[in-house]
């Protein structure tokens, strides 16, 4: 599988459709070839440990040879992130208004959209610092709308950022010359936020560069999942995100006579068509349906036996 040559994997899809299973199996093939690889997962409803059969947990844990798995906690991630926070304020904000910027900031952890930053956050650190541990990095994320989100983060934050940035300056001359005769004057904030500006920067050319990093969407042959894989395509399109591979799972097999099984098969294939006619332009790996739960290691290898190039 040509995407097996990219040092960062992310693979989305609609929740259901094998996104863990195909993440795990791409895993576990670049271990097999010898390639130190993290298994990482961005999905609240984590199946990696199920899968390996292992605890699998919040510390990169070492599951098979060559193979590691980490299953991020959106909640714990919050809570670090906010300490961070307060962390960067302290010495900046006086300490009169202290207790109701922590509070404040411990409002914010509930808001919508706090899990997604702190997740942010810690993606960005594991493709920035933690990456250099290892050869590979497959990234299980949680279904299409919150992989989008995820994916287009450098960019919107970037761009946030840019425009507090502009703010900050603009307030910090004024404040130079009303108050230090134009002097310039140290703002650790405008420090902090010149930093996480670098970081994201960073984080989003590694992710734009198609030499290092691949996405992959898996669906099933049915109508809603190759719908929402065609706008999902098209939306990570809009921030220069190019998927190029589709693992088509659950593919119906050719060895049943069942009148049932005749006609689902008949359903199937239109679907099967119209996924090869609307994504002619990606690579596709078709996966059969098994009879039985992707539940262990042996058959997990058996599941990864189809995502090799004919």
Same mark, same amino acid.
């Given at each position: 599988?040509? =995407?097996?040559? $990219?040092?960062?994997?992310?693979?989305?899809?609609? /929740?259901?459709?094998?996104?863990?299973?195909?993440?795990?199996?791409?895993?576990?093939? +670049?271990?097999? $070839? /010898?390639?130190?690889?993290?298994? =990482?997962?961005?999905?609240?409803?984590?199946?990696?440990?199920?899968?390996?059969?292992?605890?699998?947990? /919040?510390?990169?844990?070492?599951?098979?040879?060559?193979?590691?798995?980490? &299953?991020?906690?959106?909640?714990? !991630?919050?809570?670090?992130?906010?300490?961070?926070?307060?962390?960067?304020?302290?010495?900046?904000?006086?300490?009169?208004?202290?207790?109701?910027? @922590?509070?404040?900031? #411990?409002?914010?952890?509930?808001?919508?959209?706090?899990?997604?930053?702190?997740?942010?956050?810690?993606?960005?650190?594991?493709?920035?610092? !933690?990456?250099?541990?290892?050869?590979?990095?497959?990234?299980?994320?949680?279904?299409?709308? @919150?992989?989008?989100?995820?994916?287009?983060?450098?960019?919107?934050?970037?761009?946030?950022?840019?425009?507090?940035?502009? $703010?900050?300056?603009?307030? $910090?001359?004024?404040?130079?010359?009303?108050?230090?005769?134009?002097?310039?004057?140290?703002?650790?904030?405008? !420090?902090?936020?010149?930093?996480?500006?670098?970081? %994201?920067?960073?984080?989003?050319?590694?992710?734009?560069?198609?030499?290092?990093?691949?996405?992959?969407?898996?669906?099933?042959? &049915?109508?809603?999942?190759?719908?929402?894989?065609?706008?999902?395509?098209?939306?990570? #399109?809009?921030?220069?995100?190019?998927?190029?591979?589709?693992?088509?799972?659950?593919?119906?097999?050719?060895?049943? !006579?069942?009148?049932? *099984?005749?006609?689902?098969?008949?359903?199937?294939?239109?679907?099967?068509?119209? =996924?090869?006619?609307?994504?002619?332009?990606?690579?596709?790996?078709?996966?059969?349906? %098994?009879?039985?739960?992707?539940?262990?290691?042996?058959?997990?290898?058996? *599941?990864?036996?189809?995502?090799?190039? +004919?």
């Amino acid at each position: 599988m040509e =995407i097996l040559h $990219k040092k960062i994997i992310f693979v989305g899809g609609k /929740g259901g459709v094998g996104k863990s299973t195909s993440s795990a199996a791409l895993a576990l093939q +670049s271990a097999q $070839k /010898g390639y130190k690889t993290l298994l =990482i997962s961005t999905d609240p409803a984590h199946n990696i440990g199920h899968i390996f059969e292992r605890k699998v947990g /919040g510390e990169t844990t070492k599951i098979a040879d060559h193979l590691y798995a980490l &299953e991020i906690d959106p909640e714990k !991630e919050t809570k670090k992130y906010i300490k961070t926070v307060k962390e960067n304020i302290q010495g900046v904000v006086q300490p009169t208004m202290m207790e109701e910027v @922590h509070r404040q900031l #411990d409002t914010a952890q509930a808001s919508p959209g706090a899990d997604e930053a702190a997740l942010f956050d810690k993606l960005i650190t594991i493709i920035l610092e !933690e990456s250099a541990d290892f050869d590979k990095l497959v990234f299980d994320t949680a279904p299409t709308g @919150h992989t989008i989100r995820l994916l287009s983060l450098p960019e919107l934050m970037g761009i946030w950022i840019q425009g507090l940035l502009e $703010k900050r300056h603009k307030t $910090k001359e004024n404040y130079a010359k009303l108050l230090h005769d134009g002097e310039p004057i140290d703002d650790p904030i405008f !420090e902090v936020l010149k930093e996480r500006q670098a970081r %994201f920067k960073q984080a989003r050319e590694i992710m734009l560069d198609d030499k290092q990093t691949g996405f992959i969407f898996v669906l099933n042959p &049915e109508q809603l999942p190759i719908l929402e894989t065609k706008n999902a395509i098209r939306m990570l #399109d809009k921030y220069h995100l190019h998927v190029k591979t589709l693992i088509v799972n659950r593919v119906l097999p050719n060895d049943d !006579e069942g009148e049932f *099984f005749k006609q689902r098969k008949k359903h199937e294939q239109k679907y099967v068509e119209k =996924i090869q006619q609307t994504f002619s332009d990606k690579q596709l790996f078709f996966v059969p349906f %098994f009879s039985h739960d992707i539940i262990n290691v042996q058959q997990l290898e058996k *599941f990864s036996t189809y995502l090799v190039e +004919s």
